[in-house]
């Protein structure tokens, strides 16, 4: 996934979250005759490619405005915009820019960016910053960012240097009225790494512009970031497959129908790195507070919620929290939330928040599924 956005220093692709709601997703789990929302759909618009050094899918039930080809021009369109503003690997893009000037001086940045940033800091706010975008120094230090890899784990003192300039006190962000925004940073080598939202940026970008245009049925899912609205092209449900982590050809562990909203899936298992000295791995989800790649027996966190902005910046973080934290975390916030962990037998173990369970059933329910709700 080193391509243009996306470090895989924090966010995880789930292969089997790109399921595309059909009836396929689901293996043999029959949904229930009650999910069923409107008349097949005689014309289905599809693309699917590669964004972010990852893959993408769309699909729109009923066609889209233009078909295939303005369909793919749109969604090459958001990418590029997203791209543009935090990619970590393309030197010309905004947060690039950012992380290699080193100054605590004023640096100017456009309004979207600004936008983004704020979203960001607010939800890792929300989870005990343990979701945290200065991150961008341990990601390279661990040799998951675009600086290239490593083949020891770093040592005690590096990663105690390092989180000298780790943390949200670390850098402000200020507004600038007409003329825009700018950040500042305490250290001139503080670096931000938005890679953790830069899928769901992208699939919340096209589910906005598809909005626009008047476009009532569709997913689109940005590797392990979706967002659904109405139904699929057999007029039922989207249903999704959380994958078993165990498994490794992208076996589904659990079905959920996200109901026109957002789901996205943080997970430990499928990128990390061999230390060459100790045999030992290391996963790509970095925890701030310790300096170190996470190690307890969480492996996946699933969250839905409005936008797939926030589900991709909240899962990361519970799963650095871990199983119980996150669930307890879903409950007080009212928040769905699906964790996976490994029990002592070496099985994976689901445990659930309770406003997870709905989605979980894949029925037509009309208090959490009114129109779709604008990130």
């Known amino acids: 996934m080193k391509a243009s956005i996306v470090s895989t220093a924090v966010k995880c692709v789930v292969a089997s979250l790109l399921a ?3 009836s396929a997703c689901g293996g043999d789990k029959e949904v229930p005759k009650s999910d069923v929302l409107t008349q097949k759909f005689d014309q289905v ?10 893959f993408y899918y769309v699909t729109v039930p009923g066609g889209y405005p233009g078909g295939e080809e303005t369909l793919r021009a749109d969604a090459e369109f958001v990418f590029k915009k997203v791209s543009d503003a935090i990619s970590t690997f393309d030197p010309k893009a905004e947060i690039a820019r950012f992380n290699e000037f080193k100054s605590t001086d004023s640096f100017i940045i456009t309004s979207y960016l600004a936008d983004v940033i704020e979203e960001v800091v607010m939800q890792s706010r929300r989870v ?3 979701m945290d975008p200065t991150v961008g120094p341990l990601v390279n230090l661990w040799g998951f960012g675009p600086k290239g890899e490593i083949s020891r784990s770093p040592s005690e003192e590096d990663i105690k240097n390092t989180l000298e300039y780790v943390g949200l006190e670390r850098f402000g962000l200020y507004r600038a009225g007409d003329e825009g925004a700018f950040l500042k940073k305490t250290d001139p080598r503080v670096e931000l790494d938005l890679s953790t939202i830069g899928e769901g940026l992208a699939a919340d ?3 906005a512009l598809m909005d626009q245009k008047g476009v009532e049925n ?5 590797a392990g970031a979706i967002r659904t609205k109405g139904a699929n092209p057999d007029g039922k449900l989207w249903r999704v497959g959380i994958e078993d982590p ?3 050809g992208s076996k589904v562990f659990a079905v959920a129908c996200p109901q026109s909203m957002a789901i996205s899936t ?3 298992y499928r990128n990390f790195f061999l230390d060459k000295d100790t045999d030992k791995f290391y996963s790509h989800i970095i925890d701030t507070k310790t300096g170190k790649p996470i190690s307890h027996r969480t492996v996946s966190v699933s969250v839905i919620d409005r936008s ?3 589900t991709d910046a909240v899962d990361t973080g519970l799963l650095v929290l871990g199983a119980k934290k996150a669930v307890e975390w879903g409950e007080k916030n009212s928040v769905a939330v699906y964790a996976i962990e490994i029990d002592k037998d070496g099985k994976p173990v689901a445990t659930y928040s309770r406003a997870f369970e709905p989605y979980l059933k894949c029925v037509v329910d009309p208090n959490i599924m009114p129109s779709m709700p604008k990130p």
């Open 20 to 22: 595309l709601g059909l």
């Open 45 to 54: 618009t599809k693309i699917d490619g590669k964004t972010f050094g990852t």
């Open 128 to 130: 005990e910053q343990s």
């Open 205 to 207: 970008e096209l589910a």
């Open 218 to 222: 569709y997913m689109i899912a940005v």
């Open 246 to 248: 165990l498994s490794q």
């Open 266 to 268: 943080a997970g430990s």
């Open 308 to 310: 797939a902005l926030i």
